[in-house]
C-alpha cells in the first residue's frame, strides 16, 4: 500500500472515530431526553416503531447485537410501558414486537427533537450551506455504499426503508 493511501485510510478511521464519539454522546442524550435507560433502548423502540410487529432476531441482525441482548432491553421497554410482545400462533420460538401508544408518543417527541439533540443534524445542514444540497445527496449516496459494501445491502436496506414508514415531518431542514 502506498504512503499516500496509508495516511488517507488512517485519517478516514480516526475522522469517522471523531464522529462516532459525537454521535453516541448524542444518542445518549436523545435517550435521556426521551427517559430510556440509554441509546440501545432508543434505538430499538426506532425500529419498533417503524415495523410494527417485528420479530425480535431481525432486531438483533439489525443492530448487531446478540439476542439475548435485545430480549433484555424489550423487557426493560415493556416495564416502561413502551411496547407489547405476542407470540407467533405458527411458532411459538417466534415473537413480535409493537409498540404501545406511550411508546409510539416517545418516538414521535424524539423525533422532534432530532434537530436540537443531535450536532450531526447541524453539521449537515452547514455542508449543505457551504457545499450544495447535490453534495449533501452525495455524501449520504457514499455513506449508504460504505454501509452496504460493510455488511450488505440486505442488512442495510431496513435503514432507507424505515424512513419511507416514518409519516413526514413537517419541519424537516433537509
Known sequence: MQEATVRQVYEALNTLRAISVVNKEDWERAAKAANLDSSVQLNILWIIYCYEGVRVTQIADWTFWHPSSIVIHIKKLMDKGLVTIE?????????NVYPT?????????????????????????????????V?????????????QTLHGTEKVRWIQESEDRLPVASNASF
Open 87 to 95: 407470540k407467533s400462533d405458527l411458532d411459538g420460538r417466534v415473537v
Open 101 to 133: 401508544l406511550v411508546g409510539k408518543r416517545v418516538i414521535e417527541q424524539s423525533r422532534q427533537s432530532v434537530p436540537d439533540l443531535f450536532r450531526l443534524t447541524a453539521a449537515l445542514e452547514r455542508l449543505k450551506e457551504r457545499y450544495s444540497p
Open 135 to 147: 453534495v449533501l445527496e452525495l455524501f449520504f449516496e457514499c455513506l449508504t455504499f460504505l454501509a
